[in-house]
């Protein structure tokens, strides 16, 4: 659509500072009305202050009851909180909804309508910071409004710059942050576009020739860096070149171009690693951060990459969205439907967009894994729980189906999700299907030769396919080849490092396939964790196994379970697995447990039907080998499982690497769900024996 001429010229408009405000009088204010608090002196970065410091903003939308809507959002370089308002940012439908959120939009420093140099008497107005700008903002929220912790920091351009600095100087102050269109630090291309800004801007502006002059240099540079060549060519098409250009010329007097050159300072020193010799640690806190960055493919005013970095590094999301409308992409007349989409649902989502994505080299193949980090915890180390995924789920599928991040924030425990081997296959003979994922973990049972215990399916067994990193299988082979337990070893050392854990507290729970892989890591590795839990899953006949030295099992099963079978007979797939009894036994054996089995019982196995038993008089006093049957479950984890969620979906963090697998929905909160009750109430009984 071509642009509109006073679209294009009001975008910078600005407001001048109409009154000052008291406290009592904020909420009695009418939407949308400018007020201004005095904060009296506002301390900056380079040791100076600005005098008299005032900020403004505008408050729109009802707050709800619970005061746990309100969004803060930042103005932009040398735009108002006004603006914000005007062109959507804000609003009914808006980028923030406010039908849904109470929204302050604040005028940041220097815009000439919160403490600017052309409305102060400070002379020379000091330089100030990104920093300061945002220091001063939660002095308003905190000393003037009463507002210790808020829904959401949102911005866009420099508003965004503040987004990050939020990120970096108040993460538990607001619970979301979004960065648009903008950057955690600069790019060369950044420094040089702010450096030819300020070479125009620091002229002295001392007759209306030079004012022109430089309003003339601003302007071009600004068409020049704000669109592509194809949108100005195409969309600012109306009169002469002369007549268009003059339509561009936004800062024609000098108060609004000092103004401008103070905000442009402060681009000029945005990084948010700037003078932080505890960058690492500060970068290490944040990895529970919720944060969605949207970026514009071919914005040439702020460069896109940093956003990608900084994310890869703690673990949020990026959209990237495509067009030719560059910097205004998040405009109305551009793509701000798209960008208010993916803004508002991720506001109203929990924590399941937190998983943070690590790659590693394992027997030359890059393997990847997803970490879960609660927040609130500060430096007290915490447990960790690996949890495996079964036959043909992925990693973040079965977080997001099991709803197990809800579970380890709510318990304050780390949560590790690797992903097995996969591949595109299909079950059974139909050569009419499409493949479709097969990912599988190899415990070192189903792809062996059957032992004397007998074989592990029948002649007309359900046919799987053969992993290719197996090369051949035999008749009853499924499960990947790879050596999994070296690689989840691996990825257990990669999270002690990476993460402040509590070595003395690391467990397994493994669903179907996963409790396979739980079992093989317990039987080879005790020394790794202090219990285990095992879910919907037996060992084939031959292959039952225990740990050398003590280490815990809880082991859940279902009765009318058709997939993987409890009782020692063939499935109607033609599965065989070891009974779930004797399953049992074999580990309490090899911890040398005495042969006598007891009734078990918790509150959560009463309260939900769970028939249970256990060995409990066993070398390490306190230690048990647990066994509940479920009578109303089949091969599923029904105190878990949201049915409505495919297993093998992907969340945005694992989008990339497995681009055909749908996406996964956010789960609905839930205090019926026990499955994860059951394990953690057992694994916290238990500590790593030195």
């Known amino acids: 659509m071509a642009a509109n001429w006073v679209t294009v010229r009001r975008y910078c408009a600005r407001s001048f500072l109409t009154a000052v405000v008291t406290f009592a009088a904020v909420s009695t204010r009418a939407e949308g009305e400018l007020q ?107 000393e003037e409004l009463g507002l210790e912790h808020i829904h959401a920091v949102v911005g866009a351009s420099m508003g965004g710059h503040q987004v990050y600095e939020w990120m970096m100087m108040y993460p538990e102050f607001a619970s979301h942050f979004v960065p648009i269109e903008a950057s955690p630090w600069p790019t060369f291309y950044d420094y040089v576009k702010e450096r030819g800004w300020m070479a125009a801007l620091d002229s002295p502006l001392d007759s209306p020739q030079e004012i022109a002059r430089v309003t003339d240099v601003i302007s071009a540079m600004d068409t020049l860096l704000f669109w592509t060549p194809d949108y100005v060519n195409r969309e600012l098409d109306e009169g002469t070149f002369e007549s268009r250009f003059d339509a561009m010329r ?152 099991y709803d197990l991040n809800a579970h380890a924030k709510k318990n304050g425990y780390i949560i590790v999700y690797p992903q097995g081997s996969h591949f595109q296959g299909v079950i059974g003979d139909d050569s009419t299907v499409e493949p479709y994922l097969i990912s599988t973990w190899n415990d070192e049972t189903s792809n062996f030769t059957p032992t004397e215990a007998g074989p592990h399916c029948t002649d007309d067994r359900l046919k799987y396919p053969c992993p290719p990193d197996c090369g051949s299988c035999n008749h009853c082979a499924w499960t990947s080849c790879n050596d999994d337990s070296g690689f989840l070893l691996q990825v257990l050392d990669e999270v002690t490092r990476e993460f402040n854990t509590d070595a003395s507290r690391y467990y397994i729970v493994g669903n179907s396939n996963g409790g396979g892989m739980a079992m093989r890591l317990g039987c080879d590795h005790p020394e790794r964790f202090a219990a285990i839990g095992v879910s919907i899953y037996q060992m084939p006949p031959g292959h039952t196994c225990g740990p050398a030295s003590g280490l815990p099992m809880l082991h859940l099963y279902g009765e009318k379970d058709d997939g993987v079978g409890h009782d020692g007979t063939a499935t109607s797939d033609g599965w065989i697995y070891t009974s779930a009894a004797k399953n049992t036994q074999d580990w309490a054996g090899a911890m040398n447990c005495g042969n006598e089995i007891e009734t078990w019982r918790t509150a959560i196995s009463e309260a939900n039907g769970l028939i249970c038993s256990a060995y409990t008089n066993c070398p390490n006093s306190g230690q048990e080998v647990a066994s509940c049957m479920d009578p109303e479950a089949g091969h599923e984890w029904r105190g878990q499982r949201i049915t409505q969620i495919s297993a093998s979906c992907v969340t945005a963090a694992q989008q990339e690497s497995l681009p055909g697998q749908p996406l996964c929905p956010q789960p609905e909160a839930s205090d019926q769900r026990w499955g994860m009750d059951l394990f953690w109430q057992f694994f916290q009984r238990y500590q790593r024996l030195p």
């Open 250 to 401: 936004r800062h024609r007097s000098k108060e609004r171009l000092i103004d401008r050159a103070s905000q442009t300072r402060a681009l000029l020193s945005h990084d948010i690693r700037r003078n932080r010799e505890d960058l690492a640690k500060r970068l290490s806190r944040l990895h529970h951060i919720s944060a969605l960055a949207v970026v514009f493919e071919s914005d040439m005013t702020v460069i896109p990459g940093p956003n990608l970095e900084l994310a890869e590094s703690l673990g949020f999301d990026v959209i990237n969205i495509s067009g030719d409308c560059g910097h205004f992409g998040p405009n109305p007349e551009c793509y701000q439907s798209d960008v208010a989409s993916h803004v508002n649902e991720f506001l109203k989502q929990g924590n399941q967009r937190h998983l943070l994505r690590r790659s590693l080299q394992f027997d030359g193949v890059s393997r990847e894994y997803f970490v879960y980090v609660p927040d609130g915890h500060g430096d007290t180390p915490l447990p960790v729980v690996m949890g495996l995924h079964g036959l043909g789920s992925t990693a973040t599928g079965f977080a997001t189906s």
């Open 36 to 142: 201004s608090i005095e904060l009296g002196r506002c301390a900056l970065e380079n040791g100076e202050e600005i005098l008299d410091c005032q900020v403004s903003f505008r408050v729109y939308g009802k707050r709800n009851e619970e005061a746990s809507n309100i969004v803060l959002m930042p103005s932009w370089h040398n735009g108002d909180s006004k603006a914000l308002f005007d062109y959507g940012y804000l609003g009914p439908g808006g980028i923030v909804d406010t039908h849904n959120y109470q929204v302050i939009a604040i005028d940041a420093f220097g815009n000439g309508v919160s403490s600017s140099p052309s409305n102060s008497l400070q002379v020379p107005f000091p330089e100030f910071t990104i920093r300061d700008m945002v220091n001063a903002q939660h002095r308003l929220l905190l």
